[in-house]
């Protein structure tokens, strides 16, 4: 690392934006850095396998699961600008004990927690919202992800990266072996076109005709109707998949199917869709449901709603959406 490299509190405190926001943006920045060394410790620190709890979305916990969510709620409701939190792992809000907070945090702890037994790729996801008061209800987070001030995830991965965006744009920064988070990525954008794609393939079968015939399409190569040939990428890790993606392109789909055919999709629109919309956005990607309705413009209706996603490189999610 170069000593001219910008630190991200230096980042932060040049930000165009309330004091109470900037707050917030450290605390959850410390707080993945802490998260990171968990992870890393893994068997040795007694954090892999189950813990035997189920959360909310009827899941068996993974013992980090447990431990990062409890590190991220105590930190954040312990910040004065924050007025509550919600999360994944948690059944309902949880109000800031101080009641002074201008600001509302939704995360998913760990994303793809299922890979850390086998040592890939996991992350952070975090969201923020402006409180309409210093006491809110779940009401008060019922907000479309246009209403975000702020998104970032943290990878943990051989690096540990903190990809953040305040609409300004999106940065990374990678965690240095002194603590640090150094700016590496100053101005992360998302490629138009692509031969990249991420689906999980084994479900097939139970997607729509449409999805089916798409991926159809992209399968067959240059001797089919795109006239290229892809390549098929998945982590099982939405936080990874994504950050693929704004690396050097590529679309993450993960369309409703027929075995729960009640339930639109299986991400949740407050921890993963909302936020990595957000940071897709401004990387001059495009984030949608279906293809064409922004998944920002979706007005949640639930704390744990799910959603189909279809995101990544413009001209890919409108041939999505063209079929």
């Known amino acids: 690392m170069t000593a001219d490299r910008t630190r991200l509190d230096a980042h932060i405190a040049a930000l165009d934006a309330p004091e109470g926001l900037k707050t917030v943006l450290t605390v959850a ?29 009827d899941e068996e916990q993974k013992k980090l699961d447990v431990m990062t969510n409890d590190m991220l709620t105590d930190a954040l409701l312990a910040c004065p600008a924050v007025a509550g939190v919600a999360s994944e792992e948690m059944d309902e809000v949880q109000p800031a004990p101080h009641s ?60 540990t990266m903190l990809v953040l965006t305040t609409g300004a744009g999106v940065k990374g920064f990678t965690l240095s072996n002194d603590g640090d988070w150094i700016l590496t990525h100053d101005a992360i954008a998302i490629s138009p076109d692509t031969k990249e794609f991420a689906i999980n393939m084994s479900n097939l079968r139970h997607w729509s005709q449409p999805v089916q015939t798409y991926v159809g399409d992209l399968l067959k190569g240059d001797e089919g109707p795109r006239g290229k040939n892809f390549n098929m990428r998945w ?65 949640p209706e639930h704390l744990h709603q799910r959603i189909p996603v279809a995101l990544g490189s413009a001209n890919e999610i409108d041939a999505y959406a063209g079929v």
């Open 29 to 57: 920045a410390a707080t993945c850095a802490n998260i990171s060394k968990v992870v890393a410790g893994g068997a040795l620190a007694g954090a892999l396998g189950a813990s035997g709890q189920i959360n909310v979305q």
């Open 100 to 159: 002074t907070g201008d600001y509302l945090v939704l995360f998913d702890p760990l994303d793809g927690s299922s890979n850390i037994d086998i040592n890939a790729m996991v992350g952070t996801i975090i969201s923020v919202l402006k409180s309409a008061t210093p006491s809110p209800t779940e009401a008060d987070f019922m907000q479309p992800g246009r209403n975000q001030v702020a998104a970032l995830y943290a990878l943990y991965g051989p690096q």
């Open 235 to 299: 982590v099982a890790a939405m936080v990874a998949d994504v950050h693929r993606i704004l690396m050097r392109g590529g679309v993450f789909l993960y369309p409703w199917d027929s075995r729960e055919p009640n339930k639109p999709g299986k991400l949740r629109l407050m921890y993963e869709g909302n936020p990595m919309a957000f940071l897709v956005e401004q990387a001059g990607g495009k984030a949608t449901t279906d293809g064409t309705q922004p998944i920002l413009d979706v007005q």
